[in-house]
């Protein structure tokens, strides 16, 4: 009973698309696992059978020894979901949002005032939290979303893409308390398509494209798919990056276009390899502005196994 979550072979199919293709996975608990991939990649799906909001087409799926099928008010009697987008109510305050939901789940009036004190202190809102939430940040209302998440102390916590959205403040935020969470126990899964946050908070990642899984591993494991050293050039213009992809691709590298339009990230087994390609961008009068040799990223493993970025989907040139 070390697998919070087991699945054989999960499909779900939308008339004739499928959602999830023969997805096999396990995460123990107590971990944080990260489920890595682009818009439409099937994260989403995938955590709606596990929390038995939907039934898969086939296969087999268990939560906390628990199928997601046969025993469903099992597995909701054990888990919480944080979805996309915040559900807290806007008219109530921070603090009688807790508050509702506590006295729903069952707690007395006592009880839910100090788990409700409880977990506005530990999630930094005591000071908001007899404001309305429509007057709130989106990170405040996405760390009151979490907190009423985890009132009732689930075994385990589905966060999908929980910071979608957020700045970079509001982010790291997030990714404290979901640090917190794995400490106390809570085993995590985490859906993202910001590599960062997977690498940050993941103890093993998988990543799905078209609702497959094509690699699993730790962040360790998955940047070694990828080759022990990755050159990082940021161009002057978009149009010389264009023209430095494209001379990496006559080489035979491939180039990784970044948010930056201007950066490309290319795998590189030592220095010299990079040699043949800073000729050829000198011949043709392309300067980069800098260049660095550094450890792949996440970003640069996904490219590797699917060739199109995480976060537009969008296919590499060929």
Same mark, same amino acid.
Not at 42 to 53: A, D, E, I, Q
Not at 195 to 200: H, M, P, R, V
Not at 261 to 278: G, K
């Given at each position: 009973?070390?697998?919070?979550?087991?699945?054989?072979d999960?499909?779900?199919?939308y008339?004739?698309?499928?959602?999830?293709?023969g997805?096999?996975?396990?995460?123990?608990r107590?971990?944080?696992f990260?489920?890595?991939?682009?818009n439409?990649?099937?994260?989403?799906?995938?955590v709606?059978?596990?929390?038995?909001?939907i039934r898969?087409?086939r296969g087999?799926?268990?939560v906390?020894?628990?199928?997601?099928v046969a025993?469903?008010?099992?597995?909701?009697?054990?888990i919480a979901?944080t979805?996309?987008f915040?559900?807290v109510?806007? +008219?109530l305050t921070g603090r009688?949002n807790l508050?509702l939901?506590?006295r729903?789940l069952?707690l007395?009036?006592l009880?839910?005032?100090?788990?409700?004190?409880?977990?506005?202190?530990?999630?930094e809102?005591?000071d908001?939290?007899g404001?309305q939430?429509?007057g709130w940040?989106?990170g405040?209302r996405r760390r009151?979303?979490?907190?009423?998440s985890v009132?009732?102390r689930?075994?385990?916590?589905?966060?999908d893409e929980?910071?979608?959205?957020l700045?970079?403040r509001a982010r790291?935020?997030?990714w404290?308390?979901?640090?917190?969470?794995a400490l106390?126990?809570?085993?995590v899964l985490l859906?993202?398509?910001?590599?960062e946050?997977?690498d940050q908070?993941a103890?093993?990642i998988?990543?799905?494209?078209?609702g497959?899984v094509?690699?699993e591993g730790?962040?360790?494991?998955l940047?070694?798919r990828?080759?022990s050293r990755?050159?990082?050039?940021?161009l002057?213009t978009?149009?010389d990056?264009a023209?430095?992809a494209?001379l990496?691709a006559r080489?035979?590298?491939?180039?990784?276009?970044?948010?930056?339009?201007?950066l490309?990230?290319?795998?590189?087994v +030592?220095a010299a390899?990079?040699l043949?390609?800073?000729?050829?961008l000198?011949?043709e009068?392309?300067?980069?502005?800098d260049f660095?040799f550094?450890?792949?990223?996440l970003?640069a493993?996904f490219f590797?196994?699917t060739?199109?970025?995480?976060?537009t989907g969008?296919r590499?040139?060929s």
């Amino acid at each position: 009973m070390d697998d919070a979550i087991a699945t054989e072979d999960l499909v779900k199919t939308y008339g004739g698309t499928r959602a999830l293709d023969g997805i096999s996975l396990r995460v123990r608990r107590g971990q944080v696992f990260g489920l890595l991939g682009p818009n439409g990649a099937g994260k989403t799906t995938f955590v709606r059978v596990l929390s038995t909001l939907i039934r898969p087409t086939r296969g087999r799926a268990a939560v906390l020894g628990h199928d997601v099928v046969a025993d469903p008010d099992a597995v909701r009697a054990r888990i919480a979901l944080t979805g996309q987008f915040a559900s807290v109510d806007e +008219d109530l305050t921070g603090r009688e949002n807790l508050m509702l939901l506590a006295r729903l789940l069952g707690l007395s009036g006592l009880q839910a005032r100090a788990r409700c004190a409880e977990l506005l202190e530990a999630f930094e809102l005591t000071d908001a939290a007899g404001r309305q939430v429509r007057g709130w940040s989106g990170g405040m209302r996405r760390r009151l979303d979490i907190a009423a998440s985890v009132i009732a102390r689930p075994e385990l916590l589905f966060l999908d893409e929980p910071t979608t959205g957020l700045d970079p403040r509001a982010r790291a935020d997030v990714w404290a308390i979901v640090r917190r969470l794995a400490l106390s126990g809570t085993t995590v899964l985490l859906t993202t398509q910001y590599l960062e946050e997977a690498d940050q908070l993941a103890d093993r990642i998988a990543v799905i494209d078209h609702g497959r899984v094509i690699a699993e591993g730790s962040a360790t494991e998955l940047k070694a798919r990828v080759g022990s050293r990755v050159l990082r050039l940021t161009l002057a213009t978009r149009s010389d990056a264009a023209q430095a992809a494209g001379l990496a691709a006559r080489l035979g590298l491939d180039a990784h276009a970044q948010d930056d339009p201007r950066l490309l990230e290319l795998p590189m087994v +030592d220095a010299a390899s990079a040699l043949p390609l800073l000729t050829a961008l000198a011949a043709e009068g392309i300067a980069p502005v800098d260049f660095a040799f550094g450890e792949p990223s996440l970003d640069a493993v996904f490219f590797a196994l699917t060739r199109h970025s995480p976060k537009t989907g969008r296919r590499a040139a060929s």
